[in-house]
Nanobody, 116 residues
Framework: QLQLEESGGGLVQAGGSLRLSCTTS????????MAWFRQAPGKERKFVAS????????YYEDSLKGRFAISRDNAKNTLALEIDNLTPEDTALYYC?????????WGQGTPVTVSS
C-alpha cells in the first residue's frame, strides 16, 4: 500500500503564497506521474495540476495557470505545489495523488484557508 502524506497547508491572507509538499517512502515514486487535486467546502474534488515521472511535463487546470507551479524531486520522493497570490477561492483541502489520467493512491489532504 503506497502512502502519500501532504503538508504545508495553513491559514494565509489573500495575496500570500504557500508551498505544499507531498512525500512518500515508496521506491516507485520516481516512475509515475503525480498530481494535485483540491476540494473546496461543499464542492467536488477537482484537478489542479500534474507532473510527469521525470518532471519534464507539467499540466494545469486552465483557470489556475500562472499562479500554481507543480514540481517534484525524485531524489527526495517529494512532490510540491507552489501557489502564489492566494484568494479566498483557493480555500480547499489539497490532495496529492499518483497518476496522470487515472489516479490510484491518495493522501489525506492538507487544508488551505485563505482569509480576505
Amino acid at each position: 500500500q503506497l502512502q502519500l502524506e501532504e503538508s504545508g497547508g495553513g491559514l494565509v491572507q489573500a495575496g500570500g503564497s504557500l508551498r505544499l509538499s507531498c512525500t512518500t517512502s515508496a521506491p516507485t515514486f520516481s516512475t509515475h506521474s503525480m498530481a494535485w487535486f483540491r476540494q473546496a467546502p461543499g464542492k467536488e474534488r477537482k484537478f489542479v495540476a500534474s507532473v510527469s515521472w521525470n518532471g519534464s511535463g507539467t499540466y494545469y487546470e486552465d483557470s489556475l495557470k500562472g499562479r500554481f507551479a507543480i514540481s517534484r524531486d525524485n531524489a527526495k520522493n517529494t512532490l510540491a505545489l507552489e501557489i502564489d497570490n492566494l484568494t479566498p477561492e483557493d480555500t480547499a483541502l489539497y490532495y496529492c495523488t499518483r497518476g496522470r489520467r487515472l489516479f490510484d493512491y491518495w493522501g489525506q489532504g492538507t487544508p488551505v484557508t485563505v482569509s480576505s
